[in-house]
């Protein structure tokens, strides 16, 4: 008989608690496993020895199902940078008496490549330390940045509240007579996947976005007011995907930055539509989707969510098999039907590293994206999930303060 303890880190997603459930499911068909342990704000759980019961805490299927559907993350979350054993081991120390005195003989981490950093390191150190204590990534970004999968939980339903949003704001922008130009602010650091995930309106037959601007390309301000001015010639109202990761002068952004390194980063909306009131004159607003792209559920892909569960139980199969150090990614077999297949990659070559869009889905002027990237991301959205809802409103589940504490 052993434990198993599981924990999420890093940013919210829609489908973050599928994952969740997928491991805590899948640990209550395996007759070796007793308890199931929840990390209360990821690896910082684990270091505080802060761990709680799941099966006190989700009790009924209908919790699951509520659980399945609820974004963010119910044990909380952390952006703890792991430093190396070399230069602190009494943190990893901390971290392997917490789990040996629990009996916790896998540990399974839910997060982005910051988080699998942690997986790397954490399995590394279990070996040298002769603990039997096997170490499980499971992936998950809205970024969809993770290098080997094909793409990573969490991504489809972010895209498709890109582009269910996106389409919106298509309808309110074309009612007026003056011409009009509508900046969307998208999240995407480095790599503009979410950004070019609204795209998929023109399978639709929509002209818009007219511009996407993604990290990828070298922005330039005199090539962007180009853009502009021949969209406008040729529509009423023009709408531009824009990443928040473009290359822009010192000071736009705050330049603040996470335990990581990485710059939080707004105010690129913004700072276009002053350059184009200015320079062209027209009317313009800015509009920053925010946090909202992370967390609305209500507009979740199933697909996305389905997938969540299926790659959290493969976690748990994985470290039952005696592997560790490894990341559970998806391998596309087909766009269609579209067919995945969940299989095994070492954190070592997915810790730190970012994943980007390929040239090919890029237009050659690089303010758009071609109609042949349509095929990766459209499978990717399809499908809404069945809401639980109270008084018109989508249901949550939660776990009471005072177990957070």
């Known amino acids: 008989m052993m434990n198993i303890a599981v924990a999420q880190s890093g940013g919210p997603t829609c489908a973050i608690n599928a994952s969740l459930v997928g491991v805590f499911r899948e640990s209550l068909k395996v007759a070796e496993i007793d308890a199931i342990f929840g ?37 909380g979350s952390c952006r703890y940078k792991l430093p190396d054993s070399s230069e602190d081991e009494e943190v990893y120390r901390k971290i392997a008496d917490t789990l040996v005195q629990r009996n916790i003989g896998a540990f399974i981490y839910i997060g982005g490549n910051d988080s699998m950093d942690t997986v790397n390191k954490l399995s590394e150190y279990f070996r040298s330390e002769n603990l039997d204590i096997k170490v499980i990534g499971i992936p998950k970004t809205i970024d969809n940045d993770l290098c080997i999968t094909d793409h990573t939980p969490g991504f489809g339903s972010a895209a498709k509240y890109v582009a269910v949003t996106m389409n919106e704001i298509t309808r309110d922008s074309i009612v007026y007579s003056i011409p009009s130009v509508t900046i969307v602010e998208i999240m995407g650091r ?14 639709m037959g929509e002209t818009a976005p007219h511009l996407v601007y993604v990290p990828e390309v070298k922005f330039s301000i005199d090539s ?68 909202m792209q992370r967390c609305s559920s209500h507009l979740g892909s199933r697909t996305d969510i389905d997938e969540a569960e299926a790659i959290g139980s493969a976690g748990v199969r994985c470290a039952l098999e005696g592997h560790t150090g490894k990341v559970m990614v998806f391998r596309r077999v087909e766009n269609v039907p579209y067919t995945v297949k969940i299989e095994t990659a070492n954190a070592c070559e997915i810790a730190n590293r970012e994943k980007f869009l390929p040239k090919d ?25 069945h809401l639980i809802t109270e008084n018109g409103i989508p249901k949550h589940f939660a776990i009471h303060e005072y177990v957070l504490k």
């Open 39 to 75: 990390s209360i704000n990821g690896i910082e759980g684990v270091i505080q020895n802060h761990l709680v019961d799941l099966k006190s805490i989700i009790l009924t299927n209908d919790d699951i199902e509520l659980l399945r559907q609820t974004p963010s993350t119910v044990l």
């Open 190 to 203: 480095h790599a503009g996947w979410l950004t070019a995930s609204s795209a998929v309106l023109h399978a």
């Open 224 to 291: 962007f007011l180009s853009d502009v001015r021949q969209e406008m010639a040729k529509h009423k109202a023009v709408i531009i995907a824009v990443s928040e990761g473009i290359e822009v002068p010192e000071g736009v952004q705050s330049g603040v930055v996470d335990n990581f390194g990485h710059k939080y980063l707004s105010g690129i909306g913004k700072y276009l539509e002053d350059i184009v009131r200015s320079e062209i004159g027209c009317k313009v607003r800015s509009i920053e989707l925010n946090v």
């Open 361 to 385: 889905f890029i237009n050659s002027a690089g303010n758009n994206i071609n109609n042949s990237a349509l095929d990766y991301f459209l499978p990717l959205i399809q499908g809404e999930p």
